[in-house]
């Protein structure tokens, strides 16, 4: 596997790069209280216990591993600091975050599934400074949770949930005037790329320049003027760096292809700053029923992820971790995943494009549907698909699945219209790439119409979907419906995006379970793979497939690999079948 250029260990931003950086991911300070108080701890303290970040209060890993902890967790660190102008960043913390530094109040953010950040400069000092953060979480229903339960003990398939801090945390040094974030869009049909360049702040005097690299030689460059936000420009000015690449050069999960990608931000010509970046010449669209990248159908084989670990849980223990489970995925001849209710540790995204893998990017479900939870999944949503935007692996947006949040949409006038709003909300945000408008069944609006059916028996799932009518309007395999009421098929692509789920019974113990009634044997459920698989390749309508699933999750052991990657099918075999 060959890294682009800014590559480094570690590093939890990979679509933007910038030299002097900190991980602040170990050892902190622990308290957890039921209490909201701020003035004991706001302040700093030192404790007995040490919780392990970047993992959730309840994974062994965090060093705490309490199933059921108190509302309210405090963390306490000190951090040494050469200059003040620092930004600190969290990958993921859930769900209620307040950062406080040396005493002083910095700021606060809500939601679990998103970057944020914060800037340190009027509150940090040279030498130690002590950072202090309280994280609130509940069990509420009402704002997006994934697979987390919201019952006291673990049920069908929700897990136990994550509180705190789960994704890394770190620091960095940037100049006084720096580049604050980068969106890429590419067009393959055009042969370029679209750079735009937002800097913290606008000026006389400010220009960004792009240089684009394939293989170490200079394939491109082109510059933009920043002198002030397009708000307040008098009339409307190219606000992007575009560069022509050709066509020679394309990404797919055949020939993962990437540029790589240098900003230096000038002021009156001198560089303030520079990061590193890379882009990839990728198009995905859906054309009447087929899945075209770069002009070309493609046929999906992707696997269910939902990217659980035994004592990390929803975090990963490091990034060999992610790398494993993708390689695996790939060297068992799919050649896509779909990231099942979590958004993942960013470098997964960055390991898939340079792999070469097919993402969907799912949005964590809500369960309840009111104003207040319809506010928190939009905002959330957003903040998602701008922060993975810049990945050419996702080719999908999924906001919603299975109707989760949304349980009445087949009938339910105000449910269908949230729905539909947020799937063009999502082309709003993107129009580059396809989205799924409630994986699973009962769509309103959509790109692609999905299916989820767990039949287990082979001949039945020919059967109950031989043609494009039982797929279309309804199988009898399936009670949910394709298409809500006043929703009709319109001749989109078809996936078959979750079915399989066949548990080893010897791993069915103490609750666990697996869709149907399991198989004994690693030879038996070898061909119960081969078996469905060649059921779901038999539909001729049919774009491709995602077989659930990639790992055992605690009690739902019906994966590929165990919950310690201890593979039930080795990789090669499950080729075989994929490759048939």
Request: charged share 25%; proline share 4%; aromatic share 12%.
């Amino acid at each position: 596997m060959k890294h682009v250029k800014c590559y480094r260990p570690g590093y939890p931003r990979p679509q933007l790069v910038r030299g002097r950086w900190e991980s602040l991911d170990g050892l902190w300070d622990f308290l957890q209280t039921d209490s909201a108080a701020t003035s004991e701890w706001a302040g700093g303290f030192v404790s007995e216990a040490k919780i392990r970040v970047p993992f959730a209060v309840e994974a062994p890993l965090s060093g705490i591993g309490d199933a059921h902890p108190a509302r309210y967790l405090w963390y306490c660190r000190r951090v040494q600091l050469s200059d003040r102008r620092a930004v600190l960043h969290f990958e993921g913390s859930d769900r209620v975050t307040d950062v406080w530094l040396n005493g002083e109040y910095v700021g606060g953010h809500t939601g679990g599934y998103a970057r944020f950040s914060f800037r340190l400069h009027e509150f940090a000092k040279e030498g130690e400074n002590v950072l202090a953060v309280r994280v609130c979480d509940d069990d509420s229903r009402e704002h997006p949770r994934g697979k987390q339960r919201w019952l006291q003990e673990n049920f069908l398939c929700w897990y136990e949930q994550t509180s705190g801090i789960y994704k890394s945390v770190w620091l960095e040094t940037v100049p006084e005037t720096y580049v604050e974030s980068l969106r890429v869009t590419p067009s393959a049909e055009r042969g370029e790329v679209r750079v735009e360049v937002r800097p913290d702040r606008f000026g006389p005097g400010l220009r960004a320049e792009v240089v684009a690299e394939y293989g170490g030689t200079v394939a491109a460059s082109a510059g933009i003027d920043l002198n002030c936000p397009p708000s307040e420009a008098m009339q409307e000015e190219p606000r992007c760096a575009v560069l022509s690449l050709g066509t020679e050069h394309l990404w797919s999960a055949e020939h993962p292809a990437l540029y790589d990608l240098t900003v230096r931000l000038k002021k009156d010509g001198a560089v303030v700053d520079e990061v590193g970046s890379y882009c990839a010449l990728r198009d995905v669209a859906c054309v009447g029923q087929d899945i075209l990248v770069n002009g070309e159908k493609i046929y999906l084989k992707m696997v269910l992820d939902q990217g659980y670990w035994e004592d990390g849980h929803l975090t990963p223990p490091d990034e060999a971790a992610l790398l494993y489970d993708l390689q695996y995925a790939k060297d068992a001849g799919f050649n896509g995943v779909r990231k099942h209710q979590k958004t993942e540790d960013e470098r997964f995204y960055y390991l898939a494009d340079v792999l070469g893998m097919y993402v969907w990017c799912e949005m964590p479900s809500m369960y309840a549907f009111n104003e207040r939870s319809r506010h928190w999944f939009v905002r959330e949503w957003t903040q998602v698909q701008a922060q993975f935007y810049n990945h050419p692996s996702i080719m999908a947006w999924v906001p919603l699945n299975e109707s989760w949040g949304v349980w009445n949409v087949r009938s339910d006038r105000e449910e269908q219209a949230f729905a539909s709003a947020v799937y063009r909300l999502t082309k709003a945000g993107d129009a580059t790439r396809p989205a799924v408008g409630n994986d699973g069944w009962e769509h309103t609006d959509t790109d692609i119409l999905t299916i989820h059916i767990y039949e287990q028996d082979g001949a039945r799932l020919r059967e109950g979907y031989k043609t494009l009518r039982e797929a279309a309007e309804g199988s009898v395999l399936q009670a949910r419906r394709p298409f809500a009421e006043g929703y009709v098929y319109g001749g989109q692509p078809i996936v078959f995006s979750e079915f399989g789920g066949t548990a080893l019974r010897v791993d069915e113990v103490g609750g666990a379970w697996g869709y149907g009634n399991g198989v004994s044997g690693a030879d038996a459920l070898r061909a119960k793979a081969d078996e469905l698989i060649s059921a779901v390749k038999s539909f001729d309508y049919a774009s491709g497939y995602c077989y659930t699933q990639l790992t055992d999750v605690q009690q739902e052991v019906n994966g590929l690999l165990r919950a310690d990657r201890t593979p039930k099918i080795a990789a090669q075999d499950m080729k075989k079948i994929n490759d048939r």
